[in-house]
């Protein structure tokens, strides 16, 4: 099939971003790779026909990171702004500054991104970020995932509106309009239009994950595996995880009614903790455990734990996790706050009562 005939159409660039043609503006993140330039010039067409048909569209902004990694982002930054000015665009690009982690670099960056990238879009007055996630990324997220042992949420993979909170009652909307676009569509895109991109070599980095998955995916689709299946078991596991939310929100208004007390216990009856299917309970001790304590996410692996000795223990039982406490004595569950780490080392030979998980 000729690249022309592959190419994303107008019509079909109307509907990837329809939804968002009432919003005051848009944050482009355009790194100059094929996927977010085929982003920008899609967006712009877009555009310029809302201009058309109903004299107004949102304002578009680009946005490059540049991650202070290589020495070809700041030329790769300089062709996008090239390119956003050609298309009457603005154009910014920042940098991630400061000292870079010697592990985990890749998910640091990532961080660092979307941080940069919000800073931007309230800067500007505006609300969403637009990324240029595609199906093929979908599927290796799905894959990288998997291969992590992740649970139900981790394998819906990447929803196509995300909130990112950027304060204590905001938040930053990431929508991705290409995320059931193959990469090879968007590259046709560019070729129909005689643009060029450059690439990014950590994409073929073996040493990272991400590119040492991608290299499977042609083995894997030998198999049947290509990336369409693998999006269709996310947008499967996104409709069970709904499902899955929904009995979750029925347990906690049954069990451990609101509005929860910041500095009071939250009681659970153990009985009926116990009568709930696995999921719906571990998700619910998620919530307690979550809301009681102070030191953020709680790990899976820790809670899934917790929650078996929860389901087993025909003795009291008391531990700390994510600086909540979890007491366990006959029918009552407790979760509170856990006293600080200093008062519960003073506490000499009784404070073998806590078993940190």
Request: some cysteine.
């Amino acid at each position: 099939m000729a690249a022309a005939d592959q190419a994303v159409r107008d019509a079909e660039a109307d509907a990837l971003f329809s939804g968002l043609e009432n919003l005051r503006g848009l944050v482009l993140a355009v790194s100059g790779g094929s996927d977010s330039t085929a982003l920008l010039i899609l967006a712009e067409r877009w555009a310029r026909g809302l201009r058309k048909s109903r004299g107004r569209c949102p304002e578009l902004l680009a946005v490059t990171i540049d991650h202070g990694l290589r020495r070809e982002a700041k030329r790769e930054a300089a062709a996008v702004k090239a390119l956003a000015r050609k298309l009457r665009i603005a154009h910014r690009t920042l940098q991630w500054r400061g000292t870079k982690p010697k592990t985990g670099l890749q998910e640091a960056a990532r961080i660092a991104r979307y941080r940069l990238l919000a800073e931007a879009t309230t800067h500007a007055g505006y609300e969403h970020i637009l990324t240029a996630h595609t199906l093929d990324d979908q599927a290796e997220t799905v894959l990288f995932r998997l291969a992590r042992g992740s649970g139900l949420t981790g394998l819906c993979g990447m929803a196509y509106a995300a909130a990112v909170p950027v304060g204590t009652d905001s938040a930053i909307f990431v929508v991705r309009p290409l995320l059931s676009v193959p990469k090879v569509r968007l590259q046709a895109t560019l070729k129909a239009a005689g643009l060029a991109h450059s690439e990014d070599p950590s994409n073929l980095d073996p040493r990272f994950a991400r590119p040492r998955l991608r290299a499977l995916m042609p083995h894997l689709a030998r198999e049947g595996l290509d990336a369409r299946g693998l999006a269709r078991l996310a947008t499967r596991m996104r409709r069970a995880e709904a499902t899955v939310e929904f009995a979750v929100a029925a347990a906690n208004a049954a069990l451990a009614p609101g509005p929860w007390r910041e500095d009071g216990p939250i009681v659970l009856p153990a009985a009926q903790f116990r009568d709930l299917p696995a999921e719906v309970g571990l998700r619910l001790l998620g919530r307690v455990v979550t809301y009681a304590g102070d030191e953020g996410p709680v790990e899976l692996g820790k809670l899934e734990e917790l929650y078996q000795a929860l389901r087993t223990s025909q003795a009291p039982l008391r531990r700390t996790l994510a600086g909540a406490l979890i007491t366990l004595r006959g029918e009552r569950l407790v979760v509170e706050r856990a006293p600080p780490r200093r008062a519960r080392r003073a506490g000499g030979k009784g404070n073998r009562r806590f078993t940190k998980l």
